[in-house]
C-alpha cells in the first residue's frame, strides 16, 4: 500500500488501528492474533506511509512510542487527587479487626470486598483527555510525582488512546508498573554477560527502568502496567462499585489482574489469602500481598480517610522473601555430577515462612559478581520452595574482618583435583565414583520417585550402603537379595524392613523407558529431556547409537545436551552398568512410538496441572506422550488442552480467560481408556 502515493489517510488510520489491536491482543489479552513477522510488515508499512505524509501521524500510532529525551531530567507534577499510602495487616487477627471497624462506620452488617493481588513494582498515574494520553506520572511522595511520560509511553501494555468512541473527557488511571520474573531474569542475565551491574530484584529493576532519562532504554526493558483504580474522572459517571471500574478499563484497553475477585465479609477475605498464597510462588510475577478494597464507591465516600490513608482499604502482606542477615562462612558441597557448590553459612534468619541458615552462592563467578565476603551482611532471598539465595551485598556495612572466600582446588570429600571446563560456570571434582559424595548423590537420584521409585531405600540408608562398600553402582541395588542379613545389620532394618525393599526392589525392574533414561543421571537430561528422547528413539539400543548431529534433531536438545548424552554413552564403564542393570531384569514396554505422526493425540499441546486422585501428574505426562501429545510446563494460547485436578490455580485460571478447553481427571479417564491408553 505505500508504495502507492494514493494511499489515503484513512487506509494510514486503518493501519494505524489494526496494529493497535495486534499489539492489545498480545500485550495485554496474552493472545497474540498473528506471528510477530506479520505484525513487523504491518509496521513497517506504516513507516512507509508516515514518511510520505507526517502530518497524517496518529498521536496513537505505535511508531509514537519511543520519543525524547527531557531537556532537564523529570518534571515535578502536582497529583489531581493525592496517591495515597495503604495501612497493613500482617495477620488474621489484623483483617477481623479491619473488617469490624469498616462495618461499624458504615452501619452495615456485612461488607462486600475487592480483592486484587499487591503487585511488587512502582505505582504511576496516568491522565487522558479526550481518550488520549497526556502524562504519566511516579507516585512520588503521595501529593507530587515525577512527570515519565516519555518513559511510559514504550510500554506496549499502556494505550496510547483509550479503545472507545465515547471516552470521558478527563480521566486518571492508577496502576502498577512491574517486571515479570522471566524478563526480570533475561535482563540480569544480559547484564552480567555484558560485565553490567545486575537489578537485586524484579521491583528494583522496574523503578530503574522508569527512572532512565533515555525512553530508548525503558523502551528495551520488559515492562508491564496492571491498572488497579480509576483515581480520577470527569463529565464521566463512574460504576457504582471498585471490581466493575476494574472491568470498565479492561474495556478500555488496560491489563488488569485476572486474579481479581469479589468477595462478602471478613471470611471472603480470609479464604482469598489462603489461596493466593498457595499459588504465590507459580504467578508469572512478583506479589508481596493482598489489597482489599470496599468495593461500593457510595461506601468508600462515606468511610473517608485518615491522615495519609483510606479508611476503606488495607494491604494484608505476606511472609517477607527477603532479608538480611550475616555470612558466618562458607562450605562446599559436591553433587551428584561432581559439581561443587559453595553454601554461604548464615546467622539463622525467618524469611520465606521459615527460618533459613544456609543459601547458595552458586559458582566462583557468582561470587565475584556479587563481592561476597566471609562476615558479609547481605540480602537473601527464598520464594517457595527454592532454595534461599544471597542477592545482595551491603557493602556499607563490610565488617573489619571481612575475609575473601576461597574457592578449594581439591575435592572437599575425595581430594581428587577439581577441574572447571572451558565455557562453563561450574567447578567440578574429576574423582567420579571413587567420590563418596557423588557415589550416594547419584544413587539417591538413582532410586527417587519420579526415577526408578523405589520406596524405602532413603537418603539415610544409601549412606549406610554406601559406606559398607555394599553398594558402589546402581547394579548393585539389584543384588542385594543376596545379602539379607547385611542389610538386616543396618540400622533400624529389622525383618519387615528389609522385606518390604526387597519388594520395592523387585517391583522397580518393571518401569518406563524414560523414567530408566532420567534414572541414569546423564547431565542435562532431565524429565522432560527424557520424554523427548524415548519418544523420539523408541528404544534404548537407537539412542546409544544416535551421534550428536542425530541427538541435535531432537526437540529442545542442543549441541551441549547432546555432547553430555554422547559422552556418557561413550565412557565403557556408563555402558558396563546400564548393560548390568538389563541383565538384572530391568525391563520397560514400547512406551513410544517413534513416528508420532501416527498417533492420536500428535501435533496437540497439553499442560496438566492441579491434584489428581485415580493417577499422579507423572503418570498422565507418560500417558498423553505415548499418545503423541506434547506436554508443556505453561499455559499459552498455543495450549490445545488443560488437563485440571483439584485446586487448579493460576493455570486454570489462564486457561479460561484464554478459552482454552479445560478437561476434568473424569474426562481425561475416559479418553484414555477411549484411545487404549490404560
Known amino acids: 500500500m505505500s508504495d502507492n502515493p494514493a494511499f489515503t489517510l484513512a487506509d494510514l488510520q486503518a493501519l494505524t488501528k489494526t496494529l493497535n ?24 508499512e506504516l513507516q512507509q506511509m508516515e514518511a510520505q505524509h507526517p502530518e497524517w501521524v496518529q498521536p496513537d500510532s505505535p511508531t509514537q512510542r519511543v520519543g525524547e529525551k527531557p531537556d532537564n531530567g523529570f518534571a515535578s507534577v502536582e497529583h489531581t487527587i493525592p496517591m495515597l499510602s495503604l495501612d497493613n495487616a500482617f495477620d488474621n487477627d489484623s483483617m477481623v479487626d479491619f473488617d469490624e471497624r469498616v462495618r461499624k462506620l458504615a452501619k452495615v452488617a456485612k461488607i462486600t470486598y475487592c480483592c486484587e493481588p499487591k503487585l511488587d513494582g512502582l505505582a504511576i498515574s496516568i491522565r487522558y483527555e479526550d481518550g488520549l494520553l497526556v502524562r504519566g506520572v511516579t507516585r512520588g511522595d503521595g501529593l507530587t510525582g515525577e512527570d515519565i511520560t516519555s518513559n511510559i509511553k514504550t510500554i506496549y501494555s499502556v494505550p496510547l488512546k483509550l479503545r472507545t468512541d465515547t471516552p470521558p473527557p478527563v480521566l486518571e488511571v492508577r496502576g502498577e508498573i512491574y517486571m515479570p520474573k522471566q524478563g526480570f531474569d533475561k535482563l540480569n542475565q544480559q547484564a552480567a554477560e555484558k560485565g553490567d551491574k545486575t537489578f537485586v530484584n524484579p521491583r528494583n529493576a522496574a523503578a530503574g527502568s522508569l527512572r532512565q532519562l533515555d525512553p530508548k532504554v525503558t523502551a528495551s526493558r520488559p515492562l508491564v502496567l496492571c491498572a488497579y483504580s480509576i483515581g480520577y474522572a470527569e463529565g464521566w459517571e463512574q460504576p457504582e462499585s471498585h471490581y466493575e471500574g476494574l472491568l470498565q478499563l479492561a474495556e478500555w484497553g488496560f491489563k488488569t489482574n485476572n486474579l481479581m475477585a469479589r468477595v462478602e ?9 489462603d489461596k493466593l498464597a498457595a499459588e504465590r510462588d507459580g504467578l508469572s510475577y512478583d506479589i508481596d500481598g493482598i489489597v482489599y478494597k470496599v468495593d461500593s464507591i457510595a461506601q468508600q465516600k462515606q468511610l473517608g480517610f485518615v491522615a495519609r ?14 532479608e538480611v542477615t550475616q555470612i558466618l562462612g562458607v562450605d562446599f558441597q559436591v553433587g551428584r555430577t561432581g559439581a561443587i557448590t ?17 543459601a547458595t552462592l552458586h559458582n566462583q563467578d557468582e561470587i565475584e559478581r556479587l563481592g561476597v565476603k566471609v562476615n ?30 576461597v574457592f578449594p ?117 532431565g524429565e522432560a529431556t527424557a520424554r ?17 548431529a542425530d541427538l541435535i534433531e531432537v526437540e529442545d536438545v542442543g549441541p551441549i545436551v547432546a555432547q553430555h548424552i554422547r559422552m556418557f554413552f561413550d565412557q565403557d564403564d556408563n555402558v558396563a552398568t546400564v548393560e548390568g542393570l ?97
Open 376 to 405: 558479609d551482611w547481605v540480602v537473601i532471598r527464598r520464594a517457595g520452595d527454592v532454595i534461599p539465595q544471597v542477592v545482595q551485598v551491603l557493602a556499607e556495612r563490610r565488617p573489619d574482618d571481612a575475609q575473601e572466600v
Open 532 to 548: 523427548t528422547l524415548t519418544q523420539y528413539f523408541g528404544t534404548l539400543e537407537k539412542l546409544i547409537s544416535a551421534s550428536e
Open 265 to 273: 465479609g471478613v471470611q471472603g477475605c480470609l479464604e482469598y489469602y
Open 309 to 322: 490513608a483510606p479508611r476503606w482499604a488495607i494491604a494484608r502482606k505476606f511472609p517477607a522473601q527477603e
Open 409 to 525: 582446588t581439591q575435592c572437599p570429600v575425595c581430594d581428587s583435583d577439581i577441574e572447571r571446563v572451558e565455557g562453563e560456570a561450574v567447578q567440578r571434582c574429576t574423582g567420579g565414583l571413587v567420590c563418596g559424595a557423588q557415589l550416594k548423590e547419584r544413587l539417591k537420584h538413582f532410586v527417587s520417585r519420579k526415577a526408578m521409585d523405589i520406596d524405602g531405600l532413603g537418603e539415610k540408608l544409601i549412606e549406610q550402603l554406601v559406606d559398607a562398600k555394599l553398594v558402589t553402582t546402581p547394579v548393585d541395588i539389584y543384588l542385594l537379595k543376596d545379602k539379607p542379613a547385611r542389610l538386616l545389620a543396618m540400622e533400624r532394618m529389622g525383618d519387615k524392613s528389609v522385606e518390604k525393599l526387597l519388594n520395592a526392589i523387585e517391583q522397580s525392574k518393571q518401569t518406563l523407558f524414560n523414567r530408566f533414561l532420567y534414572a541414569l543421571g546423564i547431565r542435562e537430561v
Open 582 to 678: 538389563l541383565a538384572q531384569g530391568i525391563t520397560w514396554q514400547a512406551a513410544f512410538k517413534a513416528d508420532v505422526s501416527e498417533q492420536p493425540l500428535a501435533g496437540k499441546t497439553y499442560v496438566v496441572t492441579g491434584t489428581l486422585s485415580r493417577y499422579s501428574r507423572d503418570e498422565v505426562k507418560d500417558l498423553l506422550i505415548k499418545l503423541g501429545a506434547k506436554v508443556s510446563g505453561s499455559v499459552s494460547a498455543k495450549t490445545d488442552c488443560l488437563v485440571a485436578g483439584e485446586k487448579a490455580g493460576s493455570k486454570l485460571t489462564k486457561a479460561q480467560s484464554l478459552d482454552v478447553p479445560v478437561m476434568d481427571e473424569e474426562a481425561l479417564h475416559n479418553m484414555l481408556l477411549e484411545l487404549g491408553a490404560v
Open 21 to 44: 489491536d495486534y499489539s492489545y491482543a498480545y500485550h495485554v489479552q496474552d493472545a497474540p492474533m498473528v506471528p510477530d513477522a506479520e505484525y513487523d510488515r504491518c509496521y513497517r
Open 342 to 358: 559453595p553454601v554461604a553459612r548464615l546467622q539463622p534468619t525467618f524469611v520465606g515462612g521459615v527460618t533459613v541458615s544456609n
